[in-house]
């Protein structure tokens, strides 16, 4: 049987309003002891993250664990693209074992999850492979997470991953969101996301925009270059 190709996304592309960002323990206490990504890195992946869910309005939950007593303060790139957002601070490891942060998923009523957080084999591995159990789609932002050595870090990915959850890098998600450089409303809002945040892209996009005043998509590109 013959299959015919049609110019449309695929089910299993995130788009902004199919699923729910979680994210969880960016803390001071946390990051100290995380050894597989440096905290640099971690914590722009993060802003990314964070700032592409609020600016394509994504529904976020931020959750935090024994922020007062122990753990310290989220970091300031994810609270700040948030303000006035509530926190959801827990005792348990596993956010899926808190009453409210499930109270929040069932309120915001998405069955695709997007998680990123410290550290990837305990505060993540948990709350996805349970979110699995109970019937969401799940996808995990792996370079936004980190854990206490490299073999820690992969061997929790790969037993996600062997469990059914998706994989995709904080640039992924951004990138995914947009999709299209024709979406003009959202189009500034992306490449300065991607500017601040996604290293090199982000220079080469300043680059390109400073020297030829050119641009994604060839929006705002000079008269010669598009003729």
Not at 9 to 35: E, R, Y
Not at 82 to 100: H, I, K, V, Y
Not at 164 to 187: C, H, K, S
Request: proline share 4%.
């Amino acid at each position: 049987m013959s299959v015919k190709a049609s110019p449309t996304p695929g089910s299993k592309l995130i788009n902004p309003d199919d699923h729910a960002l979680i994210l969880i323990d960016f803390q001071s206490q946390m990051s100290f002891a995380t050894k597989s990504i440096d905290a640099v890195n971690l914590r722009n992946n993060a802003a990314m993250i964070a700032q592409a869910a609020a600016g394509f309005k994504v529904p976020t939950i931020l959750t935090t664990v024994a922020e007062k007593s122990f753990s310290g303060p989220m970091f300031s790139e994810v609270t700040d693209t948030f303000p006035g957002q509530r926190l959801l601070d827990r005792t348990s490891m596993n956010t899926w074992e808190d009453a409210a942060v499930i109270d929040e998923v069932n309120r915001i009523g998405k069955s695709r999850l997007v998680f990123a957080g410290l550290w990837t084999s305990v505060c993540i591995v948990g709350p996805t492979l349970s979110a699995l159990d109970q019937g969401f789609e799940v996808y995990v932002v792996t370079d936004a997470c980190g854990d206490v050595s490299t073999e820690a870090h992969e061997r929790a990915v790969e037993r996600m991953i062997q469990a059914g959850v998706r994989p995709m890098t904080a640039l992924q998600y951004l990138l995914e969101l947009q999709r299209d450089w024709a979406r003009t409303e959202t189009y500034d809002m992306t490449t300065g996301i991607a500017k601040k945040y996604g290293g090199a892209y982000g220079l080469g996009i300043i680059y390109a925009k400073t020297m030829f005043g050119a641009s994604e998509g060839a929006h705002g590109a000079p008269a010669a270059a598009a003729e």
